[in-house]
């Protein structure tokens, strides 16, 4: 048996392997059925995501010593997922927007609001992106799905991988067990599985929706790197004790948060602010 195999199958492994597991079928069937269900249920689980997302990135980044920045960016964040979770999405947004800015504007000399603002961003791309995509409509529906398929088979595969294949690391100052041959592996699991969730939803594969697979997974891995190298800054091991085999909700969907972020990005490059799913999965 090789190297790789062993280490592979080795004790410590299949620990880690089964924690992930575990919890990813629980968040999936969990998402999974407010994904179907969308409209007001959903943008309530996009909004439950954004507060504990600030909540974590606080406590990792001792925000919480800021005040009264930090209050008051919070009471803005907070404002804002009230707005988004009743449906008025512009005025979320536009809210959070002249909030954060007029912050940063109070604290463009002494810069020490820089982690606190960051933060407010963060758990905002959790926050509106998703909601926004997903609407009320079939397009929404399939673009979540797609999101998900590409970012969840990225993980996975690059998980496999890198275990099994091993090789040079990718960053190892900012992730030390992540390599390149997890990160390819990843990718190409990405394009394929992204291919296949395509085909089934429309009938067909356009070039388009390759290049668009490829893109998500290299911003789902930059964001998994970008958590990875916040945890490294200040000295923490989990974002939190949420989720078993992960730790906290940030250290499972930093790579889908930053993914969606993209996708709605790209989005609305398309098919505009009012319908961005239009212009990934238009049906």
Known sequence: MGLGVRRFFSEGSWSDLRSRLISAVVLGILVCLLVFAGGWGFRLLCCATGFIVFDEWSRITRARRLRPHFTFGRRVFYFSLVAFAFGFELAAIVIFLAGTGFLAFIDRHERKADWLVGGLFYAAAATFPPGLLRGADLSGLL?????????????????????????????????????????????????????????????????????????????????????????????????????????????????????????????????????????????
């Open 143 to 283: 673009t979540i799905g797609f999101l998900v398929t590409v970012v969840w088979s990225t993980d996975i595969f690059a998980y496999f991988a890198g275990r099994s294949i091993g090789g040079p690391k990718l960053m190892p100052s900012v992730s030390p067990k992540k390599t390149m041959s997890g990160a390819v592996g990843g990718l190409v699991a990405a394009i394929a599985f992204g291919a296949l969730f395509a085909y089934a939803a429309t009938g067909t594969v356009l070039p388009l929706v390759l290049l668009l697979a490829a893109l998500l997974s290299v911003a789902g891995q930059a964001g998994d790197l970008y958590e990875s190298w916040i945890k490294r800054r200040f000295g923490v091991k989990d974002s939190g004790r949420l989720i078993p085999g992960h730790g906290g909700l940030m250290d499972r969907i930093d790579a889908l948060v930053v993914a969606t972020a993209v996708a709605w990005l790209v989005g609305m490059a398309v098919a505009g602010f009012r319908y961005p799913a239009a212009g990934l999965f238009p049906v």
